[in-house]
């Protein structure tokens, strides 16, 4: 099994661990790939690994990725000019 704490010293949870053994790849280069590089937010990357957004945001703070600002942006194809949401 892999090494139970990471190189900036987390030391890894059951279920990073096992998150790791299923998706082939250490936790923090997952999380950095799914939060950074593909753009999802912290609820779709709970859903998609089947833990509580709060633990990925949690996880996210632990291996020191930065976390992305609330933007509001206008929903797609809204003609409303005064309608926004909250994404991330």
Known sequence: ?????TTNGVKKTT???LIEMERGEPIEQLLRRLYIDEDKTVIEIGQE???AFTTVARWLR???IPRRKLAWIRP???GDSDAITARR
């Not at 099994?1 to 704490?5: E, I, L, P, V, Y």
């Open 49 to 51: 690994l089947g833990i």
């Open 15 to 17: 279920h990073m661990l």
């Open 62 to 64: 632990q291996f020191g």
């Open 76 to 78: 797609a194809g809204s």
């Open 1 to 5: 099994m892999a090494s139970s704490t």
